[in-house]
Nanobody, 127 residues
Framework: QVQLGESGGGSVQAGGSLRLSCAAS????????MGWFRQAPGKERERVAH???????RYEESVKGRFTISKDNAKNTLYLQMNNLKPEDTAMYYC?????????????????????WGLGTQVTVSS
């Protein structure tokens, strides 16, 4: 069964950086989407970024230029490098992954409803 485990969260000052990791196991898909989501108390869950099996990425507008999503296939690990953090980035961050069909290994992840989720890692950014 697919299992995802996030790590790397913490508390930093505004302008600081964190690198989140998501270790995946039992993930056999050739064509897939993986994403980072975040949710602050009382707020709706928000997609931060996603990457597909072909390496194509997309970002939520507020994090463009600051966050970078990447993956290391050999390590079965997803990353989110977060630079120039802002207080509004404070949230629980979750990674998600699922199969997504694509004939060319570049599935569209925009509207995917992920079935596999990690338990989250807290990111707190102070001013």
């Amino acid at each position: 069964q697919v299992q995802l485990g996030e790590s790397g969260g913490g508390s930093v000052q505004a302008g600081g950086s964190l690198r989140l990791s998501c270790a995946a196991s039992g993930f056999p898909y050739k064509s897939y989407c993986m994403g980072w989501f975040r949710q602050a108390p009382g707020k709706e869950r928000e997609r931060v970024a996603h990457i597909n099996s072909g390496g194509n990425t997309r970002y939520e507008e507020s994090v463009k230029g600051r966050f970078t999503i990447s993956k290391d296939n050999a390590k079965n690990t997803l990353y989110l490098q977060m630079n120039n953090l802002k207080p509004e980035d404070t949230a629980m961050y979750y990674c998600a992954a699922d199969f997504a069909y694509s004939w060319n290994n570049n599935p569209d992840c925009t509207f995917l409803t992920y079935r596999n989720w990690g338990l989250g890692t807290q990111v707190t950014v102070s001013s």
